[in-house]
């Protein structure tokens, strides 16, 4: 399949970036802004999740039906998203 991309705007609240799906997918997550994003499941929070710096990125592939999900400790922050389906 083709890849595939697109900007999510993380906020306080846990945000859907990807997933859903019943496809395999490989996924890169760029955090394009000033501050730390913390990425995990849908309870993600800003003390539990995974600490994504800013302008680091992350590599991870999703199975089974999983989601990735990005909260901030305060305010909006952009990331983008590459991913292909398997």
Known sequence: MAIQQKRVT?????TLILGNGESPLVVKV???SGNAI???????TSASGYHLE???SLDI?????NSLYG????????ITVLWQVL
């Open 10 to 14: 993380i906020t306080t609240t846990p």
């Open 54 to 56: 800013s302008t680091e």
């Open 30 to 32: 760029h955090n394009t």
């Open 61 to 65: 592939t999703l199975v089974h039906s």
């Open 38 to 44: 913390y990425l995990g499941g849908g309870d993600v």
């Open 71 to 78: 909260v901030t400790a305060s305010g909006s922050h952009a």
